[in-house]
């Protein structure tokens, strides 16, 4: 029984990360060659919610990666703006998500 629990649990992570890379490709999340924006409605939109929807069985690299970009945007969103600066480092942290989710299937 824990087995079959496990192996379910895997499998829906797995379709999470299925959903999440293939809205990656569907939708622009960093725009631009030299100078990067990351768009954050669009994240918000069409990333985020598949990411907290099983987000108890993400790995716990994802896990960090989700809250730093979480803690990023609300320091933005307090600011009311979103500097250059800010858009990088969201870009860095979106690419980092991307890679970690895409390293889980060989793990």
Request: charged fraction near 40%.
């Amino acid at each position: 029984m824990e087995f079959e629990t496990k192996r379910k649990e895997i499998e829906t992570k797995l379709k999470s990360y299925n959903e999440i890379l293939k809205r990656d490709g569907e939708h622009r999340i960093v725009d631009g060659y030299e100078v990067r924006e990351f768009d954050v409605e669009l994240y918000k939109e069409k990333i985020r919610p598949f990411l907290y929807q099983d987000y108890q069985l993400l790995d716990q690299s994802v896990k960090n990666i989700v809250r730093e970009i979480d803690t990023t945007i609300a320091q933005c969103e307090r600011e009311e703006s979103i500097e250059m600066e800010n858009h990088m480092v969201l870009c860095n942290m979106y690419f980092k998500l991307i890679r970690q989710i895409e390293e889980s299937y060989y793990n």
